[in-house]
């Protein structure tokens, strides 16, 4: 008697049991017998794959460690999190490449090459050592607007008074 209600006790569980979890145990399930049937002498050596498959169906399904006899389901919930912090560290590296430039400086810049439309990247890049900013001319310190630099010929041309003073020494 106590059997038969054990069996229909897991008859209605199943009844109850989603679709979605049936099929995620049985992935598991599946997965594990893989796992075994692997031929190995001493013990079960698991693949990244392996993992990889836990750690994803643990992530979708959190019920399935229950499921899970092939290794402790500790093991699974360690190997989520190093791959989520693996994964976080990965985004978040450093890239090649110049380092960036903070917007003040940036703004420091522009500000001295608009006072300053004959100076150019060495001269910018000397005032920014004066003031204490050490950085290597790159692209923000070489890019000018051409159509608003004036040479010195045209600016003389519309000041005569300086053609004049340089005369005069």
Not at 68 to 74: L, T, W
């Amino acid at each position: 008697m106590v059997d038969f209600l054990i069996k229909f006790l897991l008859v209605v569980r199943s009844r109850l049991k989603s679709r979605a979890r049936l099929e995620a145990e049985n992935l598991v399930l599946r997965q594990q017998v893989i796992v075994l049937s692997r031929k190995s002498r001493s013990r079960v050596w698991l693949r990244n794959t392996d993992r990889l498959i836990f750690v994803w169906l643990y992530q979708l399904f959190p019920w399935i460690l229950n499921a899970i006899s092939v290794v402790k389901p500790e093991t699974v919930i360690r190997w989520h999190r190093r791959g989520f912090r693996a994964y976080w560290s990965w985004k978040s590296r450093r890239r090649g490449g110049r380092p960036r430039i903070d917007r003040e400086i940036r703004d420091l810049i522009r500000r001295i090459s608009r006072e300053n439309p004959l100076w150019g990247a060495p001269r910018i890049h000397g005032e920014l050592l004066m003031r204490g900013h050490d950085m290597h001319p790159g692209p923000s310190l070489r890019r000018r607007d051409r159509r608003r630099t004036k040479t010195v010929w045209r600016r003389c041309l519309e000041t005569p008074e300086k053609i004049f003073s340089y005369l005069q020494w």
